[in-house]
């Protein structure tokens, strides 16, 4: 899947990843907490509307936003995640660290070697 950008999520001590297919218009959410997978995934798949800053701190206008309609829009709801689902993009982490360690246990384990 060429046109698929993937980001590493925490919910909670669960590591997990969501993958956006942009040619399909997709998500997929692999977390094994069922709560924050389910958060995340209600939070992604509907529209919403936000304040968009532009020029200046005071220059915002309201816009309604579908988080699946591209990846910039994507990228966007993604910076609100947390505050609305208490799931934790972890932009920094890479997502092929995730796939192997998928809980801060794993991670202990893995770190103790």
Known sequence: MENT???AITYKDVFGW???DA???KIQI???DEIGRQAAEQ???KK???RIPHETLRDFTTEI???LASIENFKLMLTRLWENTQVHVDWSR???YVKTHRSLADTKKYNEK
């Open 5 to 7: 950008f993937s980001v």
């Open 18 to 20: 969501i993958d956006y």
């Open 23 to 25: 040619a399909a218009k």
């Open 30 to 32: 692999t977390l094994e």
């Open 43 to 45: 939070f992604l798949s």
């Open 48 to 50: 919403h509307e936000i």
């Open 65 to 67: 936003i579908d988080p």
């Open 94 to 96: 890479p997502v092929e």
